[in-house]
Antibody, heavy 119, light 108 residues
Framework: EVQLVESGGGLVQPGGSLRLSCAAS????????MNWVRQAPGKGLEWVSY????????YYADSVKGRFTISRDNAKNSLYLQMNSLRAEDTAVYYC????????????WGQGTLVTVSS | EIVMTQSPATLSVSPGERATLSCRAS??????LAWYQQKPGQAPRLLIY???TRATGIPARFSGSGSGTEFTLTISSLQSEDFAVYYC??????????FGQGTKVEIK
């Protein structure tokens, strides 16, 4: 059974940093592309970042480019999101989401971790 | 950026009735469209990909159609567990994936 479990969320002040983690199990993590998707309270879904299976190809949404860094450790079956220079508008539930081989939609999602940026 | 527009924002339907949700893309996304269901406090769940292919374990009462810029998700006979928010997502414009704003299906 595919499982994605996020952690690392919490309350942080504007301008602060936070590192999210996503622990994967139930599939060969190193073979799959992964993403982070976020959802502000009461709002819709916003794609944040993508990383290829090897980690060699990375993309970001314009809203986080230059502030967020996605990475992965295939030996630890883990995905990460380093978030710096956080703003109030980054407040959201952050989901890690798996992409099936050869496709670009999201077939499995974690339960999410809440990041609140507030003073 | 491809803008996805869903309508209506809220759909009030009685159990057992048919629900039809629409999603429009600002430019063609071919058949590279997915639908997700999200219940309160839960992560989104994949329902449909490739505009019309049901994901594993999704009941047959869910069906998707369309291509290009106009898409439809139909729930043939609403069950109590189907009341939720539904999102469409285009994945044609890689890697700038975009979602619609969602349609809430509520009990009438």
């Amino acid at each position: 059974e595919v499982q994605l479990v996020e952690s690392g969320g919490g309350l942080v002040q504007p301008g602060g940093s936070l590192r999210l983690s996503c622990a994967a199990s139930g599939f060969t993590f190193s073979s799959y592309e992964m993403n982070w998707v976020r959802q502000a309270p009461g709002k819709g879904l916003e794609w944040v970042s993508y990383i290829s299976s090897s980690g060699s190809t990375i993309y970001y949404a314009d809203s986080v480019k230059g502030r967020f860094t996605i990475s992965r450790d295939n030996a630890k079956n883990s995905l990460y999101l380093q978030m710096n220079s956080l703003r109030a508008e980054d407040t959201a539930v952050y989901y890690c989401a798996k992409t099936p081989l050869g496709w670009d939609y999201f077939d499995y999602w974690g339960q999410g971790t809440l990041v609140t940026v507030s003073s | 950026e491809i803008v996805m527009t869903q309508s209506p924002a809220t759909l009030s339907v009685s159990p057992g009735e048919r629900a039809t949700l629409s999603c429009r893309a600002s430019q063609s996304v071919s058949s590279n469209l997915a639908w997700y269901q999200q219940k309160p406090g839960q992560a989104p769940r994949l329902l449909i990909y490739g505009a019309s292919t049901r994901a594993t374990g999704i009941p047959a009462r869910f069906s998707g159609s369309g291509s290009g810029t106009e898409f439809t998700l139909t729930i043939s006979s609403l069950q109590s567990e189907d009341f939720a928010v539904y999102y469409c997502q285009q994945y044609n414009n890689w890697p700038q994936w975009t979602f619609g704003q969602g349609t809430k299906v509520e009990i009438k």
